[in-house]
């Protein structure tokens, strides 16, 4: 399997800050990396697929960027409602997709 | 715009079948991936199987001895059962689309979710 680690696990942070977010996969996945975000309750959200390019609907502030083995995924001037728990997933082995464990983004 | 929606038994005894239904409205089910993912505190996001309509279906091996997709295009709905089931089976089961853009090198991620429907393993 196609392990994906994120780091940090949590972090916080104030309205207006920017934040970066990477994830890391245990082996070349190119471009096939998706970001969601989840808030309490819900489900997770698309944000960003194939690395870098933006779901439709999502804020431009959102970005992500990399490849190979290493992303990022960045928020410029966070917004209290950007306040979430951000994962990744690899999307290059379709026979096993796998999750990063979670990023918990919480108010400083 | 497509919607899912989850439904079944929200407790499940130890050692029987859980059986959740996705229910999708707002577009059609053929021609698309079909796919059930589940998170627990334990484990995280993990992905179950996916099926397409024209029967292809795969799983996860950590799952698959246990786990069947299957679907009912007339109703618009596909559905899950996974048996023999542990408390270890204690979940919030989503349902999703599988996107396949065969034109950019076959991208793919799972857009739009259902709401989620939390399954507890209890005697």
């Known amino acids: 399997d196609i392990q994906m680690t994120q780091s940090p696990s949590s972090l916080s942070a104030s309205v207006g800050d920017r934040v970066t977010i990477t994830c890391r996969a245990s082996?070349?996945?190119?471009?096939?990396l998706n970001w969601y975000q989840q808030k309490p309750g819900k489900a997770p959200k698309l944000l960003i697929y194939g690395a870098s390019t933006l779901q439709s609907g999502v804020p431009s502030r959102f970005s992500g960027g990399g490849s190979g083995t290493y992303f990022t995924l960045t928020i410029r001037s966070l917004q209290l409602e950007d306040f979430a728990t951000y994962y990744c997933?690899?999307?290059?082995?379709?026979?096993?997709?796998?999750f990063g464990q979670g990023t918990k983004l919480g108010i400083k | 715009q497509v919607q899912l929606q989850e439904s079944g038994p929200r407790l499940v005894k130890p050692s029987e079948t859980l059986t959740l239904t996705c229910i999708v409205s707002g577009g059609s089910i053929s021609s698309d991936y079909w796919t059930w993912i589940r998170q627990s505190p334990g484990k995280g996001l993990e992905w179950i199987g996916y099926l397409h309509d024209s029967g292809t279906t795969n799983f996860n091996p950590s799952l698959k001895s246990r786990v069947t997709i299957s679907m009912d295009t007339s109703k618009k709905q596909f559905s899950l059962k996974l048996t023999s089931v542990t408390a270890a089976d204690t979940a919030v089961y989503y349902c999703?689309?599988?996107?396949?853009?065969?034109?950019?090198?076959?991208?793919?991620?799972?857009?739009?979710w259902g709401q989620g429907i939390l399954v507890t393993v209890s005697s």
């Open positions: 082996q070349n996945i190119s471009t096939y």
């Open positions: 997933q690899q999307s290059y082995n379709i026979l096993m997709y796998t």
């Open positions: 999703a689309r599988l996107n396949v853009v065969i034109e950019s090198g076959a991208m793919n991620w799972f857009d739009p």
